[in-house]
């Protein structure tokens, strides 16, 4: 069971360029997650989804968006990169939100010159 | 404010040297708590999920404990493999709340 797969492993990006970090999971988990991680500041949740077609803010939701148009998928968009947006991204799935526990994926990092 | 407290930030070892990890809690209507292992560069891996003050559970050398306040990972016996950063989370509704994560090291 590949469990969550995100895509890509890692990307060097130019500021005011535009990416798309992809997320899947094969669990059939109706919640989903992005999850930002710096040093020194933990996990940070960005955004989530308690079910396809949903969408809710994070902790540090500005300058990205998602999209849920089915169960399996969680795209996490940067409309235009700045610097500050240089992390590990990390996308995790539940079967339900709130006490259900989150599954994570490898991961994406990301620069941002 | 809700928020989650996790020490030492470090914690070294010499192998078969048991401890603790803490994790300290401010939360209202905790639903679990969560314990997750995480290497460099990979995602974290879960390991266990406590619900009510009292629970204990075990996997290989560690155990994982729950107050009302707080949780404990104790480590038995530690071996070099064991190495790894250590992250507690508590969930309350529909949040979760993780610590910045104790990083162990575990020298043979």
């Given at each position: 069971?590949a469990?969550?797969?995100?895509?890509?492993?890692?990307?060097?990006?130019?500021?005011?360029?535009?990416?798309?970090?992809?997320?899947?999971?094969?669990?059939?988990?109706?919640?989903?997650?992005?999850?930002?991680?710096?040093?020194?500041?933990?996990?940070?949740?960005?955004?989530?989804?308690?079910?396809?077609?949903?969408?809710?803010?994070?902790?540090?939701?500005?300058?990205y968006?998602?999209?849920?148009?089915?169960?399996?998928?969680?795209?996490l968009?940067?409309?235009?990169?700045?610097?500050?947006?240089?992390?590990?991204?990390?996308?995790?799935?539940?079967?339900?939100?709130?006490?259900?526990?989150?599954?994570?994926?490898p991961?994406?990092?990301?620069?941002?010159? | 404010?809700?928020?989650?407290?996790?020490?030492?930030?470090?914690?070294?070892?010499?192998?078969?040297?048991?401890?603790?990890?803490n994790?300290?809690?401010?939360?209202?209507?905790l639903?679990?708590?969560?314990?997750?292992?995480?290497?460099?560069?990979?995602?974290?891996?879960?390991?266990?999920?406590?619900?009510?003050?009292?629970?204990?559970?075990?996997?290989?050398?560690?155990?994982?404990?729950?107050?009302?306040?707080?949780?404990?990972?104790?480590?038995?016996?530690?071996?070099?493999?064991?190495?790894?950063?250590?992250?507690?989370?508590?969930?309350?509704?529909?949040?979760?709340?993780?610590?910045?994560?104790?990083?162990?090291?575990?020298?043979?």
């Amino acid at each position: 069971t590949a469990g969550i797969t995100q895509a890509p492993t890692s990307q060097i990006l130019a500021a005011g360029r535009s990416m798309t970090l992809r997320c899947t999971q094969d669990m059939r988990h109706n919640a989903m997650y992005w999850y930002r991680q710096d040093l020194g500041l933990g996990l940070r949740l960005i955004h989530y989804s308690n079910t396809a077609g949903t969408t809710g803010k994070g902790e540090v939701p500005d300058g990205y968006s998602v999209s849920r148009a089915n169960t399996d998928d969680f795209p996490l968009t940067l409309a235009s990169a700045v610097p500050s947006q240089t992390s590990v991204y990390f996308c995790a799935s539940s079967g339900d939100g709130g006490s259900d526990t989150q599954y994570f994926g490898p991961g994406t990092r990301l620069t941002v010159l | 404010e809700d928020q989650v407290t996790q020490s030492p930030e470090a914690l070294r070892l010499q192998e078969g040297e048991s401890s603790s990890l803490n994790c300290s809690y401010t939360v209202s209507g905790l639903r679990g708590l969560f314990w997750y292992r995480q290497d460099p560069g990979k995602g974290p891996e879960f390991l266990f999920t406590l619900y009510s003050a009292g629970e204990e559970k075990e996997k290989e050398r560690l155990k994982a404990t729950l107050t009302k306040k707080e949780s404990f990972l104790h480590i038995t016996a530690p071996k070099p493999e064991d190495s790894a950063t250590y992250l507690c989370a508590v969930s309350n509704f529909n949040k979760f709340y993780f610590g910045s994560g104790t990083k162990l090291n575990v020298k043979p």
